[in-house]
C-alpha cells in the first residue's frame, strides 16, 4: 500500500495513538485503504511518523480489536473490511469527537455490584441540597414525561464525546431502569412484531419481552456476537443485542459484524436495539464506539444507564430514539409520565455539568482496571490450567469456564461452602447449553483488590485445582 500520511500532532488534545487511529480508521472507511490490503509494520510505520513504536502498537491495537484490521501470523497485518460494505456507512463519522445463599457468605462476586467505596457521597450529597434550594417547590412537580431537558443535554453531549451516539437531546428518553424502557419500546415499535435476542442473553429483557406479550427468536452466538444468518432466517423485525461487551459472554462485536447485522436492519427495514450497559470499561485500548454512531439509517436504538457508571439504586437510564419511533413516542406515548425522581436527574445535571461526572468515570475506570488485573492474576495464580477465562477484555464480569469435572451446581454450591458467592451462566440461555464444560459468572466492580485475590484462592480449593 501507498505510505500513510497522518496529520499528527504533539500539541492536540488527543493522544498521538488516538490520531493515528482516528487517521486510518477513516481511510479504511473511506475506502482508500482498501479491504484486504496489508498495512505498514509497526516499526517501519513508526520510523515513517517519527514516532513511537508503542505509540503504533496501541493503535493497531485498537483497530484490531474493533475487527478494521487483523493480524495474520508471520504476515503481518491486514483490512478486514469488504469494499463493498462500507459505501452506506461511510459518511457518518462522529462530527467531534441464585440459589440458597450460606449465611457466612461473605465474598459476593455478584456482576451487578460496583465500587460504592468510591462513589462520591459528599459530594452528591451537596448537589442534592443545591438542587432543593435552587428549584425550591419546582421540583416537587411532574416534569417532562422525557426526562428533564437540560439533563438530557448533558447526556447527548457525554454520549457524542465519548461513545460516539449522534443524537439531539429531543431523541433522548430518561426511564427508571431498562426493564421499563423495554417494555415501553415494545409499546412504541408494536408487540405485534417479532423480537430476537441472543441466546445467551440478558434474563431481564428476555422476561419483559415474554411479559409484555412479544414474540420472541432466541439467536445463538459465535465468536463475534449473535449470528446474523440465524437472525436472517427468522421473522423477527427488532433485534436486541449488546455489542460492547455481550452479556453474558463478553465478547466485543467487531466491525464486520457490526455491519453485517445494520445491513440486516436496513434490508429488513428492521430497528437493532443496542444496549451499550457497561460501555465505559474497556481494558485494552480506548472504549469501543457505538453501533449508533456508525447507522446512517436511523435504524438503531441505543439505550445506556448510569447503573454500572455511576450507582445501579439511583435508577437513571436512558434510550435514544431514531426520528421515526421518536415521532410515534411524542405522539401517542408522552402520557406515561417520567419514572425518575426529578431531584436525582437534577442533582445528576449538576454532577455532569461541573465535570464530576467525567472526573468519576476517569477514576471507576483506573480502579476497575486494577480490580481486573488482580482477579485475572489470581486466576492464573491460583487455578491454573482447568479452567479458561472468557470475556476479559471489558466490563465488570467475566465468565470462567471450569474442567474440574464438577457440574455448574457443584461448582456454586462448594464455593458457597467456603463463603464465596458465585453465579450460574446457565440461566440466561433458554435453552439447555450444548457445550460440555461449566461455566460461572464473576463480577468483581464490588469487591476490593484483596477480596478478590481472597475469594479466587478460596474457590480454588473449594474446587479442588489449587
Ligand atoms: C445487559 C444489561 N443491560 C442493562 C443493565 C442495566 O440495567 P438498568 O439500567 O435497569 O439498571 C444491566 C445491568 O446492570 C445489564 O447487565
Sequence with gaps: MDELLPNLSKKAKQPL???????????????????????PSKRKLSQHLGIS?????????????????????RQGLFVTLMEEDLSPYQMNEPKMEVIKVHEQTTIDFNSGKVDTAHFPFTLWRQLTVQSLYRE???????????????????????????????????QIVIGAGTQLLIGLLC?????????????????????????????????????????????SNTDAHVAYV???????????????????????????????????????????????????????????IYLGSFSKSLIPSLRISYMVLPPALLNKYQERFMIYKQTVSRLHQDTLFQFMKEGHWERH??????????????????????????????????????????NNRMSEKELIESAIYVGVKIYPLSIYYTDVEKELLPKVILGFGGLSE????????????????L
Excluded at 417479532?194 to 420472541?216: C, K, M, S, Y
Excluded at 476497575?368 to 477465562?389: C, D, E, F, G, P
Design 361 to 402: 468515570l476517569n477514576r471507576m475506570r483506573t480502579l476497575y482496571r486494577k480490580k481486573h488485573h488482580v482477579l485475572l492474576l489470581s486466576i492464573n495464580k491460583y487455578m491454573k490450567s482447568h479452567v479458561k477465562i472468557i470475556g476479559e477484555h471489558a466490563g465488570l464480569h467475566i465468565v470462567l469456564e471450569v
Design 53 to 73: 513504536l508503542n505509540t503504533v502498537q496501541a493503535a493497531y491495537d485498537q483497530l484490531c480489536a474493533e475487527g478494521f484490521i487483523e493480524r495474520k501470523p
Design 242 to 300: 449488546t455489542p460492547s461487551h455481550q452479556f453474558p459472554y463478553g465478547m466485543v462485536m467487531p466491525i464486520s459484524r457490526r455491519i453485517e447485522l445494520l445491513k440486516w436492519a436496513e434490508e429488513r427495514d428492521a430497528y437493532i436495539v443496542e444496549d451499550d450497559y457497561d460501555g465505559e470499561y474497556r481494558y485494552k485500548g480506548k472504549p469501543i464506539p457505538s453501533l449508533q454512531g456508525l447507522d446512517a439509517r436511523e435504524h438503531v
Design 17 to 39: 495513538y488516538i490520531q493515528l487511529y482516528n487517521y486510518i480508521k477513516k481511510e479504511i472507511l473511506a475506502g482508500r485503504i482498501k479491504s484486504k490490503e496489508k498495512l
Design 187 to 231: 409499546l412504541i415499535i408494536g408487540r405485534n412484531f417479532t423480537f430476537a435476542i441472543e441466546n445467551p442473553g440478558f434474563h431481564r429483557i428476555r422476561t419483559v419481552l415474554q411479559d409484555q406479550g412479544v414474540n420472541t427468536a432466541f439467536i445463538p452466538l459465535d465468536y463475534n456476537g449473535i449470528d446474523v444468518h440465524l437472525l
Design 136 to 170: 425550591q417547590g419546582n421540583l416537587f412537580y411532574n416534569g417532562d414525561p422525557q426526562g428533564e431537558p437540560y439533563l438530557r443535554q448533558e447526556i447527548a453531549k457525554y454520549l457524542f464525546a465519548s461513545r460516539g451516539v449522534i443524537c439531539s437531546p429531543d
Design 450 to 465: 484483596s477480596e478478590i485475590e481472597k475469594g479466587i484462592q478460596l474457590i480454588a480449593e473449594a474446587w479442588n485445582i
